[in-house]
């Protein structure tokens, strides 16, 4: 499928009598072009989420997290985001794969086993509240 995307777009780029469809060639490029743009920012996006999801933050824990880190470190201690299970676990429970429900209720995360919270940080330090 994706040679005869290649081919036409390169028959369509070529502007000679090959070109035998209705829709004129500057248009099948144009289309071309904008469906690759899109298609690449979707990519980026789904490895942005994907990364997310694999250290086991959100977005805004992600903002958050470095600053956890850096105050963590001024007291001689280490952060340790309380959701990271490591990647694969993380993966796993976030697709359900192997499961025939959900582990969750939507309101309550796994966290790491004998961990209530995050570790390296005082409740003040939290940048969000708990509900």
Do not use: C
Request: charged letters at 20%; hydrophobic letters at 45%.
């Amino acid at each position: 499928a994706y040679l005869v995307i290649w081919y036409m777009f390169w028959v369509a780029s070529r502007f000679t009598n090959e070109w035998k469809f209705l829709t004129p060639p500057v248009v099948y490029i144009i289309e071309y072009v904008l469906a690759f743009a899109l298609g690449l920012s979707l990519g980026v996006m789904l490895a942005w989420q994907l990364h997310f999801i694999s250290v086991g933050e959100t977005s805004v824990e992600s903002h958050d997290n470095p600053r956890y880190v850096k105050v963590a470190s001024q007291r001689g201690t280490e952060f340790v985001n309380s959701f990271d299970l490591g990647w694969k676990k993380n993966l796993v429970l976030f697709f359900n794969i192997g499961r025939s429900s959900p582990y969750t209720d939507g309101w309550s995360w796994a966290r790491r086993p004998g961990v209530s919270r995050h570790s390296g940080i005082d409740d003040e330090d939290e940048l969000t509240d708990g509900d």
